[in-house]
């Protein structure tokens, strides 16, 4: 049984995005023969999102809690999967993340949603790799997988836009693959083949600090750590919500996930790389709060917020990193937080399309209560599954400190600033021009699914699953520690509202257009110094070839070699032409014709 979902959590998803491929690549055929591809096209379409199936009922399955190892000797060099209590809860909401995104586009069947489809398929299925994989050789593997297919979900659109969000991506894509694998290589060398191994041959390894630089760079490009971060703000504005939502709820958790495989959490003490982490991640917390600010596109400021809630969780890795007494309270309390944040962040950007297409009528405040629901959840209000998160991360880093500074006392103030971002966020879809009117459909109904999870799920893993201690009670104390935060949020947003409205406020504050920190911020001084860098050294190169280029013509003027070359010149560009490569073929056929008289 539990053979057969392993097999179908990874082959079929596999098989629907090949056969979509296939087909996509077979419709050159007959008008007749194109309809019944199309066919069986949209037929798959509309079965992707079952494919995700097979990963939830593995994680529900006999003997789950047990991880339910499986070995596949043949493939690779030998691959180990695994469920363990860390990967068993990020498998369930991953899986339901893809579904919700999966369903919400399937229902049109488009070739621009089939398209769309066989990357979330791939995506899904690299994911899934990352999550249970046991070995480093699978975990690489399923990393590159998601890593490279997601630029396909980036670019879909083809537009301006998507193109250089697309490059962006791609460019730290490949820095991040290379200092994963530059890490993985030397784990493996220290003997961290299986991940079990890892952090104990990352502690006991002589280039311990090179290894650790390596990993904290490549997977802080997928953890959207500071200055790394640069492609959220211009990949989620440019991607379709759905790709979105598994972009911010899914991805950025894989990078979560290779710092708690790899790093020697628990191992040894490692302070000055533990203090640059939690420094790096609260400064991309913070200042990731005024850059999404002053943004005008909802889904810029929902991938501000998840830079400051991926530093929330970033700095709990740096505080383990210094501290190993406090990594096996760290890690579980870690994934509690990234299990809130899939489920709500995947509802609040799969809900920006859904609000343009269904705020009207009664489903209109449906959508509203889904939004604000999930909004406090990324606050981390009472009652709600971000209070979870939060609680469990508090107890964690207990009496931590940095620079002098009481951390349980910094972390609450990243709940305020994802009021503020949750405000603007509201702010702006209220404001935006709704979209034509359509009546209940898939989209509609995946959404409320995720939203149901996200309200539901984090609550039943942390208790079940996780080992995290205790859930928030209803004490006073602890229902004030959540509410706080985010009650200055609201002060703070409603006195900017009323400055705003009296034209206290500077224009560039009082009415943000995005153009003063424009999208992925760091990245535009970037590209204008790397057109500069190019610029100039095309310049600095083009003086000494033309000198060369000058003596050489200088030197083979009126030479025999000269008038060879030019006539080579005028047969190359003949065959070139159709009718030079006509006149080759019919040319080499009467030879051949010749040679068959002849015979």
Excluded at 47 to 57: E, G, S
Excluded at 112 to 133: K, M, P, Q
Excluded at 150 to 177: D, I
Excluded at 333 to 349: D, Q, W
Aim: charge should be positive; aromatic fraction near 6%; charged fraction near 10%.
């Amino acid at each position: 049984m539990t053979t057969t979902l392993w097999t179908a959590t990874f082959l079929l998803p596999l098989l629907v995005a090949a056969g979509l491929g296939i087909l996509a690549t077979s419709r050159v055929i007959g008008e007749v023969g194109g309809r019944a591809i199309g066919g069986v096209s949209v037929l798959l379409v509309r079965l992707a999102p079952l494919t995700c199936l097979p990963a939830i009922l593995l994680t529900v399955a006999p003997g789950a809690g047990g991880g339910i190892p499986i070995d596949v000797p043949w493939l690779l060099v030998g691959t180990h999967l695994e469920l363990d209590a860390l990967g068993r809860p990020l498998v369930l909401v991953s899986a339901l993340l893809y579904g919700s995104a999966l369903a919400a586009v399937a229902w049109t069947a488009t070739d621009r949603s089939r398209d769309l489809v066989a990357f979330l398929l791939i995506c899904h299925t690299g994911t899934t790799a990352v999550f249970t994989a046991a070995d480093a050789v699978t975990f690489y593997l399923g990393y590159a997988v998601m890593s490279f297919a997601a630029y396909g979900l980036v670019v879909h659109y083809r537009t301006e836009s998507a193109m250089r969000a697309g490059r962006v991506y791609l460019v730290l894509t490949v820095v991040s693959e290379t200092a994963i694998l530059a890490a993985i290589l030397m784990v493996a060398a220290a003997g961290g083949t299986r991940l079990a191994d890892a952090p104990a041959a990352v502690a006991a390894a002589p280039n311990t600090g090179v290894i650790v630089a390596l990993l904290l760079v490549g997977f802080g490009v997928k953890a959207g750590t500071l200055p790394l971060h640069v492609w959220l703000p211009l990949a989620h504005p440019a991607a379709p919500p759905a790709a979105s939502a598994v972009l911010s709820g899914a991805m950025v958790k894989a990078g979560l996930v290779g710092w708690l495989r790899f790093l020697p959490l628990g191992e040894v003490a490692l302070p000055g790389w533990g203090l640059t982490l939690v420094l790096l991640a609260l400064g991309g917390a913070f200042l990731a709060v005024p850059a999404g600010e002053l943004q005008k596109d909802p889904k810029v400021v929902l991938a501000y917020s998840t830079i400051s809630q991926m530093g929330f969780l970033a700095a709990l890795v740096g505080v383990a990193l210094a501290a190993p007494e406090l990594a096996p309270a760290v890690a579980p309390a870690a994934v509690t937080y990234a299990v809130h944040h899939a489920l709500a962040k995947g509802a609040l950007f799969l809900g920006v399309p859904v609000w343009k297409h269904h705020a009207r009528g009664v489903r209109r405040w449906i959508v509203v209560v889904g939004l604000v629901g999930a909004g406090l959840a990324v606050a981390g209000a009472p009652f709600s599954s971000g209070s979870v998160g939060k609680y469990a991360a508090k107890s964690a880093v207990g009496e931590a400190t940095v620079l002098g500074m009481d951390l349980v006392t910094l972390l609450p103030l990243i709940a305020t600033g994802s009021t503020l971002l949750l405000l603007r966020f509201g702010w702006l879809l209220a404001h935006g021009e709704p979209e034509t009117r359509r009546r209940g459909d898939a989209e509609l109904a995946a959404w409320l699914v995720l939203v149901a999870g996200g309200i539901t799920l984090p609550w039943i893993v942390t208790d079940l699953w996780l080992p995290v201690g205790t859930v928030p009670g209803l004490d006073a104390v602890t229902l004030w520690d959540a509410t706080w935060p985010i009650l200055l949020g609201l002060a703070i947003g409603g006195l900017a509202w009323w400055l705003s409205a009296r034209d206290i406020l500077p224009g560039w504050a009082a009415h943000p257009d995005g153009r003063t920190v424009p999208p992925g911020d760091l990245v535009v001084p970037e590209e204008r110094l790397v057109r500069s860098a190019m610029a100039f050294t095309r310049s600095a190169a083009v003086g000494p070839r033309r000198v060369i280029e000058q003596a050489a013509a200088r030197l083979t003027a009126h030479h025999p070699a000269d008038r060879a070359g030019r006539g080579v010149d005028t047969i190359e560009a003949l065959l070139r032409s159709r009718a030079g490569r006509g006149l080759l073929l019919l040319g080499l056929a009467t030879v051949l014709v010749a040679a068959e008289v002849a015979s």
